[in-house]
C-alpha cells in the first residue's frame, strides 16, 4: 500500500481549517492541525464536524510568528503538503492592530517558507491570499492577473505574503502557491464576519433573544460562496502539475443589504429598507417594527466597495467550479443558527 500522504494546516481551529481538515482525512491523509496556546482553546468546529478524534488528526500546539518553531513544526510533522491558513483574518481588527497583523498574517508565512527551504523544499505550499488584496476597484471581474490596491493593513500584509511565495517560487523552485480566494462563509464562520453575525441575530430575533440588529457599511459588495466548496478548491490547487496563483470566486456579487433581506427571508420576514445610508433602517413590512439598524461605529476607515471574481482559470485549469448559490447558503447559515440558538448556545 502506498505511504498515506501527510497534510499540514496551521489554524485548524478556524472555518477553512476545519473543513478542509476534514476533505483531507476523506481523502486518505494524515493530517496535523495547528493551533494557538491560549487560555482556553476552541475546538467547537472540529467537534461540529465530528472529526476531533479521527485516528488519523494529530492536533499540534503551535505560533505562526515564531521561525524555529516552524522549523521544528516541519521536521516533527514530515509534511508533503502545507495549507498556510493561519491569520489575523478580521479586517476591521487589523485597523485596531496593524503591527500584529503585520506580524501574524504577513511575515508568519515567511517563518514557513523558510522553514521549507531549510528543512524540505519539496514540500508543497498553500498561502491562503484573499480578495482584500484588490481593494479598491482597478477592474470588473477581478482575476489573477487584475492590478492590487489593498485598503487596509490585513490586505497590506496578505499582499505581502502573497508576493512572497511567488518570490520563493522564482527564487528557489519552492512549489509555493496562491489561491486568491473570494469571501467564503458557511455556519462554521466566526461571527464577527458579517454574514454570520446577520445570520446568528436573524435567529436570534425570531426567537425572541434580540430586538434589533446593528450593522455598519450596507452598500458593500461581495462575492460570497460556500466555504466547503472553496477549501476543495485549495487542494485541487496543490494537485496541479506547477505551483501557481489562481482565483476562487462565485463571480455573483451582492451588497450586504441584499444579505440581510435574504436571511429574514429564510424566516418568512419580509423588510422595508428606508433613511439615509448612516441612518438607515430595516422594518418588518407586516408589523412596521423596526428590526436592523445602521451604526456607524462598525464602518471601517477604508472600505473595499465591490468584490467579484472570476474564477475562469480555475475552472480550466483545475475542474473547480462552484455550486451552492446563496440563497441555499444563507438558508443553511440560518438554519444551523436557529438550532444553535434553540439549543441555548452559539460560538
Ligand atoms: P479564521 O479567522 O476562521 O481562522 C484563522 C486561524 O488562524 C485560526 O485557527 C486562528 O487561531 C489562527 N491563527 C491566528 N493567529 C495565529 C498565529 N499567530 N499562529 C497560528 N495560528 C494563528 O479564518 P478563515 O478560516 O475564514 O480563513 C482561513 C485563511 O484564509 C485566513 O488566512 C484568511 O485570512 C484567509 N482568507 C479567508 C477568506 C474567507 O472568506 N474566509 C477569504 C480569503 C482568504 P485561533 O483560533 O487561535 O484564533
Ligand atoms: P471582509 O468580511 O472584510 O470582506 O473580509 P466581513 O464579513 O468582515 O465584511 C464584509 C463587508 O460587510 C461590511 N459590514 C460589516 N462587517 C462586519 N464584520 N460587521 C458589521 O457589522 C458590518 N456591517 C457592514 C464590511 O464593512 C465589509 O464591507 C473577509 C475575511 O474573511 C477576510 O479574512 C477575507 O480575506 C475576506 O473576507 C475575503
Known sequence: MDKRKTALITGITGQDGAYLAQLLLEKGYQVYGTYRRTS?????????????SHPHLSLVEYDLTDLGSSIRLLQNTAPDEIYNLAAQSFVGVSFEQPVTTAEITGVGPVNLLEAIRIVNPKIRFYQASTSEMFGKVQAVPQKEDTPFYPRSPYG????????MTVNYRESYGIFGSSGILFNHESPL???EFVTRKITDSVAKIHLGQLDVLELGNLDAKRDWGYAKEYVEGMWRILQADHPDTYVLATNRTETVRDFVSMAFKAIDVALEWSGAADQEIGTCKKTGKVLVRVNPKFYRPAEVELLIGDPAK????????PETTLEQLCQMMVEADLRRNRAGFSF
Open 189 to 191: 464562520r466566526g461571527r
Open 314 to 321: 480555475a475552472h480550466k485549469e483545475l475542474g473547480w467550479k
Open 156 to 163: 497590506v500584509a496578505k499582499l505581502y505574503a502573497h508576493w
Open 40 to 52: 482556553s482553546v476552541n475546538f467547537w468546529r472540529i467537534e461540529e464536524l465530528g472529526i476531533q
